[in-house]
């Protein structure tokens, strides 16, 4: 059956070459029959529970279920095809009834809370204590105590939550796939840099059509917002970015306003049938914060403190508009193009004039040497089938040895869901046989190389993309460094959510050091680094509208806590009405009315944020105190690329996994508690 089926077939990496759609109904579903025959040998088991003939075969047969459907998770997020997404949706019914029956299982609760109650359970390493309370936490919150007619009723709220927010997130990427504006003339298009209007030229040329296509993938249509001096183009291309999978859109059909307001209904009932009062207490259950009331109550506070900056951004930035720009009443669709006017003015340079200095070869090694340099491993290029031609592979290794390895997949292209992300495509453990190494997919969506008159470029990114790319690898480094040999809180498993951001937005901070970027840019057509002086003027403009780009975090992640703490799904009260009473409280940039963000926010509809999206605030307090650690160094030695440091942030937080607390693993780390001033000090609002 294994060379039948690539799914089935877990002997090393995914097969991804032979795989296909109508692979995935008969492996799930002999993984699905496997895995109930193991649990109903479980079941019957008369021999006291021990970790070695209860967890571990429970182990070995869920770990195949989830690496294989994570296969098609990940295939159906990449290269979206009506037969992969028709798989996939025909099969995550049968998924999510059997993890809500395994959460629901009374006899395997019952084998947790005898391994718990032990009188050995002191004596377990601190993983398996963990793995088993965690196992406890979440047979609670799977609904296992429930009488059986909620059971029922719990399991299907599970299975309507999965398939609506697959739903969300594929109304999302059509309407993005589907969306073109076509440019015939360039003089529409001044101020384009000449790279995003090569590559709009290539996507026209692409579908037979003269001019310039773009489109609302973010590489297409961010360019036209920040650069285009055309008024109206930069009109048409928001309407049609901040509409999208509304009622507003192109075609109703991809409308996600139902999907969110049922959504946010089965999520309450969820949290009512388990004895909580809304979704945003469920939520936090697993989460190192205690209570709704705690999130918004440190939101607010850090809304205060930015509100003041904030204001002068804006202040600043209209007067600029209506100065040097002609533009007296700053509309949504200008705040991009003014403020990179205003930052060139103020700063002497672009972010174009940047970005020509930062090729996707020379950002990649220049990543992989500041990891090569802080934790001590060789990065080398490694061989694996993949399912497109520009996925890169690559394996870590330490003294020779292998220690885990990660897919690169850079490029946006239709088919593939927007955004950035970490997933876990092989996990660390112990078996039988020795060491399974951990496998990362980390995926981006940059531009791709062009041709330019003829003679081929390479991917130049932004710093804000490299600037993304350190935070994926964070995530990367998080699942691949890790010393766990459980697989439950091995690398980002079993982490508090609103810890995991913590190594991603820690390895953030790297993209503004000097001596990293000296070794990490090369100007595209002379090769020459970033100068000295430019750089010191990025640094400068760091901290630039730094106020209004907190606000706007703090206003999704208050609205996020609102809708699954206060709003009432049946009541008079819509999405829409929420987001507006947040918006009133603490932004002070109030877009257009036709704007539904909400209805392209995948984080939380679609994307396991929410009641959760906080968390990359929450986790940005401790990745700014853990970098301070480096910053500290680097006032002795001169840098921050420190061995002893990286050491340290390595055993006690990277290698730990979930294996304990987060809290537990800054401690060790920085000796205390985590403090806000760092935050403060890297945005620029403190004293």
Request: aromatic fraction near 10%.
């Amino acid at each position: 059956m294994t060379q039948d089926n690539p799914l089935l077939d877990f002997s090393d990496l995914p097969r991804f070459a032979d795989i296909r759609a109508e692979h995935v109904g008969p492996a799930i579903a002999a993984l699905l029959e496997e895995n109930r025959a193991v649990i109903a040998e479980l079941e019957k088991n008369a021999v006291p529970v021990t970790w070695d003939n209860f967890v571990e075969p429970l182990d070995n047969a869920t770990e195949k279920l989830g690496r294989a459907w994570g296969i098609v998770g990940h295939l159906n997020a990449v290269v979206d095809t009506p037969e992969m997404r028709a798989a996939y949706n025909e099969n995550q019914p049968a998924i999510t009834e059997f993890w809500t029956e395994l959460g629901q299982n009374l006899s395997l609760f019952a084998n947790y809370k005898a391994l718990k109650n032990a009188a050995d359970f002191a004596d377990l390493p601190q993983a398996r204590q963990t793995i088993i309370q965690n196992a406890l936490r979440d047979f609670r919150l799977s609904g296992a105590e429930l009488p059986e007619a909620q059971k029922q009723r719990y399991a299907d709220i599970q299975e309507q939550q999965a398939a609506l927010s697959t739903k969300f997130s594929e109304n999302l990427l059509d309407a993005t796939n589907d969306y073109g504006l076509f440019i015939e003339d360039a003089a529409d298009l001044k101020g384009l840099p000449e790279d995003i209007l090569q590559a709009a030229k290539t996507a026209a040329e692409a579908d037979e059509k003269n001019g310039y296509k773009f489109t609302l993938h973010f590489p297409s249509y961010y360019p036209l917002l920040q650069y285009a001096e055309n008024r109206s183009i930069r009109e048409t291309i928001y309407r049609a970015s901040v509409t999208k999978a509304s009622e507003l859109g192109a075609k109703t059909e991809w409308d996600n306003s139902n999907i969110m307001s049922d959504l946010l209904r089965l999520r309450k009932e969820e949290a009512e049938l388990l004895g909580y009062k809304n979704f945003a207490e469920v939520s936090l259950v697993s989460k190192m914060a205690e209570s709704p009331a705690q999130v918004s109550q440190f939101l607010e506070d850090l809304a205060s403190r930015a509100r003041p900056y904030a204001e002068k951004d804006l202040e600043e930035l209209r007067a600029f508009a209506a100065e040097q720009l002609g533009i007296v009443e700053l509309q949504a669709w200008d705040y991009a193009f003014a403020s990179e006017k205003l930052r060139q003015q103020r700063y002497a340079f672009s972010e174009q004039e940047v970005k020509e200095y930062f090729p996707e070869h020379k950002v990649v090694d220049g990543l992989f040497r500041v990891i090569q340099t802080l934790f001590a491993v060789d990065i080398k290029t490694d061989q694996a089938t993949t399912w497109h031609k520009d996925v890169k592979f690559y394996r870590l290794e330490r003294n020779g040895e292998l220690i885990g390895q990660f897919y690169l997949d850079l490029y946006a292209r239709n088919g593939k869901r927007g955004g950035a992300w970490m997933d876990d495509a092989r996990g660390r453990r112990l078996t039988g046989t020795g060491i399974q190494t951990p496998v990362a997919y980390l995926t981006c969506n940059f531009s791709a190389p062009v041709s330019i008159n003829g003679v081929s470029k390479p991917a130049l990114f932004s710093h804000d993309e490299v600037i993304t790319l350190f935070h994926e690898f964070g995530h990367g480094l998080h699942h691949l460094l890790t010393k766990v040999d459980d697989l439950s809180v091995s690398g980002i498993s079993g982490v508090e959510w609103d810890a995991v951001e913590l190594p991603s937005q820690f390895m953030e901070n790297f993209c503004w050091e000097w001596d990293v970027l000296q070794h990490m840019t090369a100007h595209v057509d002379t090769g020459a680094a970033l100068p000295r002086a430019l750089f010191d003027k990025m640094i400068a403009a760091k901290n630039f509208q730094s106020g209004l780009q907190t606000l706007r975090q703090v206003e999704f992640s208050l609205f996020d806590m609102r809708l699954h703490d206060a709003f009432d799904p049946q009541g008079t009260q819509t999405v829409q009405d929420i987001l507006q009473v947040v918006r009133s409280q603490v932004a002070v940039l109030h877009p257009p009315a036709f704007n539904r963000f909400q209805h392209s926010f995948s984080h939380i509809f679609s994307g396991g944020y929410a009641a959760g999206y906080y968390s990359y605030k929450w986790a940005e307090v401790l990745s700014a105190d853990a970098y301070a650690a480096f910053e500290e160094h680097a006032r002795e030695a001169g840098s921050t690329l420190s061995r002893a440091v990286g050491e340290r942030f390595q055993t006690a937080v990277l290698e730990a996994g979930g294996s304990r607390p987060a809290l537990a693993s800054f401690k060790a780390f920085r000796g205390r508690e985590p403090v806000i001033d760092a935050l403060l000090r890297h945005n620029g609002m403190s004293a």
